[in-house]
């Protein structure tokens, strides 16, 4: 059994910054890539940043330059750095990687339950 657990999502003002986690645990075998999602309400779902297993990034147009994210492979952890943030920005965060499960050849995605980030003044 896979998980992804999301955290450090919260109320924020206008130009301040939070850092999501995203931990994966369980039977584990490998992970490839991980990226984080966002859904605003009465929006789809967007890609938000993603990283792959050598270390390669992409990002949205909207969050080049103030968004950054990086994993820890040894401890299974993804990060979302987000500074400068933006009333836009206020979303429903997702979690998301495609692991190999430990003792299975096939790879699958998972998504976490997501972190709320809302940013107010």
């Known amino acids: 059994q896979v998980q992804l657990v999301e955290s450090g999502g919260g109320l924020v003002q206008p130009g301040g910054s939070l850092r999501l986690s995203c931990a994966a645990s369980g039977s584990i075998g490998r992970i490839n890539a991980m990226a984080w999602h966002r859904q605003a309400p009465g929006k789809q779902r967007e890609l938000v940043a993603a990283?792959?297993?050598?270390?390669?990034?992409n990002y949205a147009d909207s969050v080049k330059g103030r968004f950054t994210i990086a994993r820890d492979n040894a401890k299974n952890l993804v990060y979302l750095q987000m500074d400068s943030l933006k009333p836009e920005d206020t979303a429903l965060y997702y979690c998301?990687?495609?692991?190999?499960?430990?003792?299975?050849?096939?790879?699958?995605?998972?998504w976490g339950q997501g972190t709320q980030v809302t940013v107010s003044s």
């Open positions: 998301n990687a495609m692991i190999r499960p430990r003792y299975i050849a096939t790879t699958y995605e998972y």
């Open positions: 990283i792959t297993s050598g270390d390669n990034t």
